[in-house]
C-alpha cells in the first residue's frame, strides 16, 4: 500500500502540468517543397506572407542586370537549406559548385567529386531554389573525353539534377564542347583563369594571367567561350585590370572570385561567406558571417545542458500521459512498483 501511494504521489508530480496538452509535435515538420519557378503574383508557400515573392531570374535578367551596370550576386549552395537561404535573401545565382568536394564531402580537391555525387546535391539544391538562375559545376573528367560524352553528362545534370545551365572550367580547347551544349539548348557558363579542376598541373591554385602573353591567353579563351554561347564568364584568380578589361570586351557578364571590382558580379563559397571553413583563407575572401562560433557555441551548449541534466525539462519539453494509463501498463507488466521522479535542475 505504501509503495502504491509513493507511485501515485510521484506520477502526479510528474504529469500534473504536461498532461492538460496531448497535441502530438514533431521537432522537424514537413514542409511543402517550392516549385523551381513561381507562378507569376504567387508567394511560396514558405515564405512569410509579408514578404513578397521575387521574380525569376533568367538569362535575359541577368544580361539586363550587366547593361544596367547592376552588380550580380552569386553564391554557392550544396542543400536545401543553403539554397533556400539563397532564394529567400536575394542572391541572383545559386552555383553547385564542385567546391562541395572540399567542404562537404571531405575530399582533397575538386577532382575527386562523381557526377552521381554532384546529382545528388544538385537535387537538393533545386528543392530549395526558388527566383535565383540555378547553375551548376560539371565534376572533373565528365566533360574530357569528347562531345558526346560532355552532352550526355550534361542532360543528366538537367534531367536527373533539375538546374538549369552547367558551368564548365577551361579555355579555348573546350569551346567545341561549349558549342555542342549550347547548340542543343543546355545554357553553359565559362570559367576561366584559376582553374581548380587543374591545380595539379597548374602547380597549386596561383594567380594566373600576370604577364601580357598569359593575359591575352585569358582574354581570347573568354572571347572563343563567348562565340561558343556560353551566357556567362566566370573570371578566377586574376589581376583586377585584366578582369576590367575581359569584362569590357565581351558581351555577355563575366562573375568575379579573386577579379576585383570590375566584373560584371562577384561569386563566393557559401563556406568563405559565412566563417564555417577551416581551411585556407585566400586573399579575395571576405567573411561575412561568423557561423562557425555560433555552431560552437550551440554544440557546447546542448552538451552541457545534457550533461547537467536542465535538458530535456520534464514539463516544459515533455509529453504527459493519462495517470490511469500508466497505472494500466504497469499491471500489465506486473510492476506496480515502479516508481520514477523527474531529475532536479543542476546549476550550471
Not at 107 to 129: F, I, K, N, Q, W
Not at 270 to 276: E, I, K, R, S
Request: hydrophobic share 40%.
Amino acid at each position: 500500500m505504501h509503495a502504491q501511494m509513493l507511485f501515485s504521489a510521484s506520477r502526479t508530480r510528474i504529469i500534473a502540468s504536461i498532461s492538460r496538452s496531448q497535441k502530438r509535435c514533431m521537432s522537424v515538420r514537413p514542409l511543402k517543397y517550392e516549385h523551381l519557378t513561381n507562378t507569376p503574383g504567387e508567394s511560396s508557400p514558405q515564405k512569410p506572407p509579408s514578404q513578397p515573392s521575387r521574380k525569376k531570374v533568367t538569362i535575359a535578367s541577368l544580361h539586363a542586370l550587366r547593361q544596367e551596370r547592376t552588380p550580380i550576386t552569386v553564391l554557392t549552395a550544396y542543400d536545401y537549406p543553403t539554397a533556400r537561404a539563397a532564394s529567400m535573401h536575394g542572391i541572383d545565382i545559386t552555383l553547385v559548385g564542385d567546391s562541395l568536394a572540399q567542404v562537404c564531402l571531405g575530399y582533397p580537391s575538386t577532382t575527386s567529386l562523381t557526377l552521381d555525387e554532384m546529382l545528388h546535391h544538385c537535387r537538393a539544391v533545386a528543392r530549395g531554389t526558388s527566383a535565383p538562375f540555378l547553375v551548376a559545376d560539371m565534376p572533373f573528367g565528365t566533360f574530357y573525353a569528347g562531345k558526346e560524352d560532355t552532352v550526355r553528362a550534361a542532360v543528366r545534370m538537367l534531367q536527373e539534377g533539375n538546374v538549369e545551365a552547367v558551368k564548365l572550367e577551361g579555355g579555348s580547347e573546350i569551346a567545341g564542347r561549349v558549342q555542342a551544349l549550347t547548340s542543343i539548348g543546355i545554357p553553359v557558363m565559362a570559367h576561366v583563369g584559376l582553374l581548380p579542376q587543374r591545380h595539379t598541373a597548374l602547380s597549386g591554385y596561383r594567380v594566373q594571367g600576370r604577364t601580357a602573353q598569359s593575359g591575352r591567353s585569358i582574354l581570347h579563351s573568354a572571347l572563343a567561350l563567348e562565340e561558343a554561347g556560353a551566357f556567362s564568364i566566370v573570371l578566377e584568380a586574376i589581376p583586377s585590370s585584366l578582369a576590367a578589361y575581359i569584362t569590357s570586351r565581351l558581351k555577355v557578364p563575366t562573375i568575379g572570385i579573386g577579379a576585383g571590382p570590375g566584373c560584371s558580379g562577384q561569386v563566393l563559397v557559401w563556406d568563405d561567406v559565412m566563417g564555417t571553413w577551416a581551411g585556407h583563407k585566400a586573399k579575395f575572401v571576405r567573411r561575412f558571417g561568423d557561423v562557425k562560433s555560433e555552431v560552437e557555441r550551440g554544440v557546447k551548449a546542448y552538451a552541457s545542458a545534457v550533461r547537467n541534466g536542465s535538458f530535456p525539462q520534464h514539463e516544459k519539453e515533455g509529453y504527459g500521459m493519462d495517470d490511469g494509463e500508466i497505472e494500466k501498463l504497469l499491471e500489465m507488466e506486473g510492476d506496480r512498483e515502479w516508481t520514477w521522479s523527474p531529475p532536479k535542475l543542476m546549476s550550471s
